[in-house]
């Protein structure tokens, strides 16, 4: 299939705005859609079938299918909402005491920081939180800064690492962490959200403890839909936030009961990852959007005289890059400053993209995927230098 301006065709996205913030909420094909509003209509025409017979056999086999995508064995892994939802179940079925800590950093997405927050001052353990400074030279040289800090502070029990960090798109040698990691005791939850559909997966063979990723962000599914990898020596100690009628059953059964909820968006994931395959799957959503980015990242720094993010190319994520915007009096260094940006952009000038504060700085993400063009980025250069 050919990729670009003629694949937007397949998605309901507005005329008229520039989307190039794919990473935030993804968005819907068409066809995958019209799938998940026929599994309504089903659950519907006879809501006592549905529940009782029916949507069970469907539930499986979309975890057959998922874990076939990310490297998993299907008893490892379940559906959940979100990552911060699996990354609340985490953090909130570990056994702490008053003496341990949860790891955090600098780039830690904010949800998942308050998760922690959350966890911790119910059983008086305690958050660490380190700062990732830039430039970054290596991979060595972030594994390095963990790998201290968790010899220095023993009560470390657990550390949450991103895959792809949300502001900085950076990404993080999590297999090589997961090493060093458990020679110290430490466990690692990964935070995937961005990764699936971005990077290949092995879950399997990773090393990480437990991981999570979004499948409505680059693999097309609806909203409401992600995934949870347990490793099996914690698989029988991990409980989901709700607890329903199969309470001590398989962590499966436990995952797939929850009340009564809406699967559609964990079924509709079997037609998302077909339609991820359908435009050619990784290596052709990779050969379209890398060269698009280089160019469109180029562009824009040279427009606004502003550096990318100083970070090693192969810690640089596929499918989004990150640069620096130019000082402006209208909007100041902060992280409500940033949302304040991306809100101006996308209601007064028809664009949308991912502004951020960090290092002093604020930062524009860009992504982009099949239905993306250097069009949007041109029009993105056009409304960032009216908003600024």
């Not at 001590?248 to 991820?276: E, N």
Request: charged share 20%; hydrophobic share 40%; aromatic share 10%.
């Amino acid at each position: 299939m050919d990729l670009g301006i003629g694949t937007r065709d397949l998605f309901f996205l507005e005329e008229g705005t520039a989307f190039t913030n794919h990473g935030s909420y993804g968005t819907v094909p068409k066809e995958v859609m019209e799938e998940r509003f026929r599994l309504l209509r089903l659950m519907d025409a006879h809501p006592d079938k549905w529940y009782r017979n029916t949507v069970r056999p469907m539930y499986d086999e979309a975890i057959e299918n998922l874990a076939k995508f990310v490297g998993s064995s299907p008893k490892n892994i379940v559906f959940v909402p979100n990552a911060t939802s699996a990354v609340n179940t985490v953090v909130k079925n570990i056994n702490l005491g008053p003496e341990d800590i949860i790891l955090s950093n600098s780039h830690t997405y904010n949800a998942c920081s308050y998760a922690i927050e959350s966890a911790v001052k119910k059983c008086g353990a305690d958050t660490l939180s380190f700062d990732i400074t830039l430039p970054i030279r290596s991979e060595m040289e972030v594994m390095e800064q963990v790998v201290e800090i968790c010899k220095r502070n023993v009560g470390i029990r657990l550390a949450i690492i991103d895959h792809i960090s949300s502001p900085s798109a950076i990404v993080f040698p999590v297999a090589k962490l997961a090493t060093e990691l458990h020679k110290l005791g430490v466990l690692l939850l990964v935070d995937g959200a961005h990764a699936p559909g971005q990077l290949p997966l092995d879950l399997e063979n990773l090393g990480a403890d437990f991981y999570t990723g979004n499948l409505h962000k680059w693999c097309y599914a609806p909203r409401g839909c992600a995934f949870l990898w347990v490793a099996p020596e914690h698989r029988n100690n991990l409980e989901p936030l709700i607890t329903s009628h199969l309470y001590k059953q398989d962590m499966t059964d436990q995952f797939f009961m929850q009340g009564c909820i809406d699967h559609t968006p964990y079924l509709s994931s079997v037609p998302a990852l077909q339609f991820y395959e359908k435009l050619g799957g990784y290596k052709a959503l990779l050969g379209y959007t890398q060269p698009l980015l280089d160019w469109a990242q180029q562009m824009l720094c040279h427009t606004f005289g502003t550096p990318v993010l100083p970070v090693p190319p192969d810690m640089v994520a596929p499918f989004m890059r990150v640069l620096r915007l130019p000082h402006s009096d209208k909007y100041s260094l902060s992280r409500a400053e940033a949302e304040r940006m991306m809100d101006d952009l996308s209601r007064d000038y028809g664009a949308v993209a991912v502004v951020t504060c960090f290092s002093g700085h604020l930062w524009l993400r860009i992504s982009a995927n099949a239905y993306n063009c250097k069009e949007d980025y041109l029009e993105l250069k056009e409304v960032l230098q009216k908003c600024l």
